[in-house]
């Protein structure tokens, strides 16, 4: 079978892609949760995260250039707890994505389809993240370059036309109630989102240049770190404390704008256009779950994981949030340390392991 | 050839089977309404959260 | 009049089934085949199913050696190579693999030549039994092999660095590889001023998209997204819809079949009475239909839109391509509005991007980006700007032109 390669150019795409999905809706309503006048300030932290990230990945590439995360966390924790590791971070990868199969159905009955049964909404997302998921990675980021040309014609103009309804003063005073509401308010952007990013590890083997995925996870977090704060900026310049109390601040913004008698209302374009980020997204975590199964099982394939766990995904999504507040506090207050431990901890548990097997080998070979 | 371990995919497969359908008819019938399957992990993560970020 | 020699008796017998005349000698183990044969047939004509204002007006006919030599005489290079297969084990057509070497990619030309000797089938009566045999991805509803009865057109391909495959007995000449952007470009673009190409391409590339999302769109804006449409647009519509006893997707839905039933209809009939046929069919019945009330004039309006949308595309096959999604995003648009069509288009995009056509990507040059092959994609560049040939055929000598002029 011929190996499926992307470009570094492709790859940042499906980072950015990767962030923006759904934390152009969540980080703006999660930061102002905890301060509005001084929202801008905590997003850098996704940057922080995504150099943590970028950390890993370099660790990572030097001790194993062309494997996954779950083939080194095999090869450092030895088969018996590796495969226990492994299963840990498909068991996490699966997690992550049922929370955004749930904002994915949430999104669209919330925006558009009221009436609609959120089942039905599962079933068409499903089916079109399996079909992305099946044709494999390499198609996915030629599709994503295709669409690229396209978003860079919209998304100036949606970033452009709120400008005109910002109002500077919205941001004074500065540090109204001093730096805790900050540091509170950077958590999940730096430790859900930015952690996020560390998923491109498991896409590794697939990489035309592994060694530069570091700089690319950089490049990547830095231009989505970049948009996020352009859109937090407008969201509170044209809203202030009116932003709390809104679901999707983002979608409120376009839904201000209106030039002339004929274009206004043009939230359903832009929810479009989250909807295709989100769908990109969910669609790399289901490859990163399905290679997990894959190097779990010791097959050649992955392709036959795709149906049965993203039918799993959808339908953990709907069953394990029932609601937007349970979801939330899931992001929240489970997220952050989550993450951390998996994406920090299980590897250095599994190097931990490593060297232990490596001292308890070498006193076996000087005893004997 | 390498010889390919087949339980796992069929393992997989059921697995994924069985809980669509549990978490579906649980969902559509409102079966045991006040179970939360993530709880342990809200428990421990929650917990940790708290502790290591003041959330 | 061309002659070969063989040995082998096999090689004879097909030679006088085909009409040759064989040469013996005694004492002579080789035997001398001459090319006198004269199969009845047509003579050069026009082009009637690739018309251009511009340009020149040749098209292929039923005759192998014939197209061969209207190739030739456009391209008369030393490095034009002809490798002839014989296929169809009871009709022995002769097909044949014609490429420029030196510009050509050996592995390319060694790809279709494993492929072809694959074909093992009792008859070849048309290119497309062939092309079905050698296409990559074959279950998609796009071509990924360029038909053309342009002997110009295959030489500007062969010039690229493609191949072309004749088959003896059919009008048309297959090119290949070939990318999604060739089927959007029409040959008369390189015949008029590059200035002008631009805005046509660019035309021809919406009414593509027009006519595979636009009666999903308006389903979709009228079942769901209301809000999108100004409200004074909005009035008017609802205004004709007042009465109307069907939801707008099985009015959509209706009205579609109807024209590709007459559609159908038109290229079935004899010419002169197809025309009257569709004449009859979208005006009476249009007509008749929204004063009876069963569809609204809007719809009608859309319907038509997307028809002429669709015969905008150069190409047929991605015009049957393009009638057959229409219905799907419309079943979509009706059950799940805008959002329904949205996600539909990204899986049509990466089903698209995963299309291969014998090794080049299918939305090459834009998925993947290869930046200089832009020149001939959505613009076309000068003639004396493009001085390297596309980049995604990988051709052997990348030079064209020599620089600026």
Redesign the interface.
């Known amino acids: 079978m011929r190996k499926e390669q992307i470009s570094r150019y492709q790859l940042i795409l499906l980072l950015i892609w990767l962030t923006m999905g759904t934390g152009v809706l969540v980080i703006p309503s999660v930061i102002t949760e905890f301060t509005v006048t001084d929202a801008w300030m905590a997003v850098p932290s996704l940057f922080v995260g995504g150099l943590l990230s970028a950390g890993i990945a370099r660790v990572h590439v030097k001790k194993f250039p062309n494997l996954r995360v779950t083939g080194a966390l095999l090869a450092t924790a030895g088969s018996a707890i590796g495969n226990v590791l492994i299963i840990w971070y498909v068991s996490v990868v699966f997690v992550v994505g049922t929370v955004v199969a749930r904002e994915f159905t949430l999104f669209v009955t919330m925006v558009s389809l009221p009436y609609t049964s959120e089942t039905a909404v599962a079933v068409i997302g499903c089916a079109s993240v399996a079909y992305i998921a099946y044709v494999g990675i390499e198609s996915f980021a030629r599709a994503n370059e295709f669409i690229v040309p396209l978003a860079a014609v919209v998304l100036p103009l949606l970033i452009l036309l709120p400008l005109t309804l910002c109002d500077v003063h919205q941001f004074y005073p500065v540090f109204s109630s001093g730096w805790l509401p900050v540091w509170k308010a950077s958590i999940v952007s730096m430790f859900v989102y930015g952690l996020e990013f560390s998923l491109a590890i498991q896409l590794v083997p697939n990489l035309r240049s592994p060694e530069k995925l570091p700089n690319d996870i950089v490049i990547a977090a830095s231009i989505s770190t970049v948009l996020i704060l352009i859109v937090v900026l407008l969201t509170v310049g044209v809203f202030g404390y009116t932003v709390r109390y809104l679901q999707y601040p983002v979608l409120e913004l376009i839904r201000v704008v209106r030039i002339g008698r004929f274009i206004e209302r043009l939230d359903t374009i832009y929810g479009i256009a989250v909807l295709m980020t989100i769908i990109s997204k969910l669609a790399v975590i289901h490859l990163a779950m399905c290679t997990g199964i894959q190097d779990l099982c010791k097959t050649r394939d992955y392709r036959w994981a795709v149906l049965p766990t993203g039918t799993a995904m959808f339908v953990g999504g709907l069953y394990f949030y029932r609601n937007v507040a349970q979801m939330a506090y899931f992001i929240e207050h489970v997220g952050p340390s989550y993450l951390l431990f998996t994406v920090v901890g299980v590897p250095l548990l599994g190097l931990t392991l490593q060297r232990v097997r490596f001292h308890l080998k070498r006193r076996a070979r000087k005893g004997g | 050839m390498v010889k ?2 087949t339980w ?2 069929i ?3 059921l697995l ?2 069985c ?2 359908v549990i ?2 008819l ?2 559509m019938f409102q079966w045991w309404p006040d179970f939360q ?2 709880y342990p ?2 428990l421990v ?2 917990t ?3 502790w ?4 | 009049m061309s002659m070969t020699a063989t040995e082998k008796l096999d090689d004879v017998v097909t030679a006088v089934l085909g009409g040759k005349a064989v040469l013996f000698q005694d004492g002579l183990g080789t035997a001398f085949i001459w090319d006198v044969e004269s199969w009845p047939g047509r003579q050069v004509e026009r082009a009637e199913n690739e018309p251009t204002l511009q340009g020149p007006q040749e098209a292929f006919v039923e005759n192998r050696v014939l197209n061969i030599a209207l190739v030739r005489k456009r391209l008369r290079s030393p490095d034009l190579r002809i490798l002839d297969f014989t296929i169809g084990e009871r009709t022995r057509t002769t097909v044949s693999l014609v490429y420029v070497e030196g510009i050509t990619k050996p592995r390319l030309v060694q790809e279709v030549c494993s492929r072809l000797s694959k074909v093992c089938i009792d008859g070849v009566v048309d290119m497309n039994v062939v092309r079905e045999w050698i296409a990559d991805a074959p279950r998609t509803i796009f071509p990924t092999i360029e038909e053309t009865e342009r002997p110009e057109r295959v030489v500007s391909g062969l010039l690229q660095g493609r191949i072309a495959i004749i088959v003896d007995g059919t009008p048309m000449c297959m090119v290949l590889p070939a990318t999604f952007a060739q089927f959007i470009t029409s040959p008369e673009d390189y015949y008029m001023h590059y200035t002008l190409a631009l805005p046509l391409r660019l035309l021809r590339h919406i009414m593509f998209w027009s006519s595979v999302l636009l009666p999903a769109v308006y389903v979709s804006l009228l079942t769901y997204n209301q809000d999108l449409i100004p409200t004074p647009l909005v009035q008017k519509i609802s205004s004709q819809r007042a009465g109307i006893p069907f939801p707008t997707v099985f009015e959509a839905l209706f009205m579609m079949f109807a024209f590709e039933a007459l559609r159908e209809a038109g290229t079935r009939l004899p010419r002169a009475v197809g025309q009257s046929v569709s004449i009859v069919g979208t005006l009476v019945i249009g007509e008749a239909a929204v004063r009876a009330g069963i569809v609204s004039a809007g719809m009608i309006i859309i319907v038509a839109a997307t028809g002429i949308a669709s015969f905008t595309a150069p190409a047929l096959g991605m015009v049957q391509a393009t009638r057959l999604l229409q219905f799907v995003f419309v079943l979509c648009a009706g059950v799940f509005g805008l959002y329904g069509v949205a996600i539909l288009g990204i899986v049509l995009i990466v089903h698209l991007a995963s299309i291969r056509s014998f090794g080049v990507p299918y939305l090459a040059p834009v998925g993947p980006t290869l930046l200089t092959d832009w020149k001939d994609a959505l613009v076309r560049a000068p003639w004396w700007d493009m001085g390297r040939r596309p980049q995604e055929y990988e051709p052997m000598d990348r030079k064209r032109a020599r620089g600026r002029r």
Request: hydrophobic share 55%; no cysteine.
């Open positions: 390919r371990p796992g995919p393992l997989v497969w994924s089977v809980f669509v978490a579906y649980a969902l399957p993530l992990l809200e993560f929650g940790a959260t708290e290591l970020f003041g959330l």
